[in-house]
Nanobody, 120 residues
Framework: QVQLVESGGGLVQPGGSLRLSCAAS????????MGWYRQAPGKQRELVAT?????????ADSVKGRFTVSRDRDNAKVTVDLRMNSLKPEDTAVYYCYAYRGLPYGNVYWGQGTQVAVSS
């Protein structure tokens, strides 16, 4: 099992910056992909950015050049951060941390979600 604990988020003005952080604990040795998804009111959950254990990154087109995903690990946990710059009102959503345990497990885990609001 993997436990995900998120931090960060909040209210920011357009053009501002925020950082989200997610710490994974438990069976961290088997975590392959970590990252962030988001869900705006009335919309489906969508990918924001992911990073593999080999540091291969993937970004949604809407955040490329503005958001940066990074990953770190120690003996007890794996952390994934999302640095968000030049925020726009359309970035407003609940952001969810995501973790995927590679084969043979194939499990997906989600954080509890953290609100990001971009408004003047």
């Amino acid at each position: 099992q993997v436990q995900l604990v998120e931090s960060g988020g909040g209210l920011v003005q357009p053009g501002g910056s925020l950082r989200l952080s997610c710490a994974a604990s438990g069976s961290i040795f088997s975590i392959d992909i970590m990252g962030w998804y988001r869900q705006a009111p009335g919309k489906q959950r969508e990918l924001v950015a992911t990073i593999t254990s080999g540091s291969r990154m993937n970004y949604a087109d809407s955040v490329k050049g503005r958001f940066t995903v990074s990953r770190d690990r120690d003996n007890a946990k794996v952390t994934v951060d999302l640095r968000m710059n030049s925020l726009k009102p359309e970035d407003t959503a609940v952001y969810y941390c995501y973790a995927y345990r590679g084969l043979p497990y194939g499990n997906v885990y989600w954080g509890q979600g953290t609100q990001v609001a971009v408004s003047s």
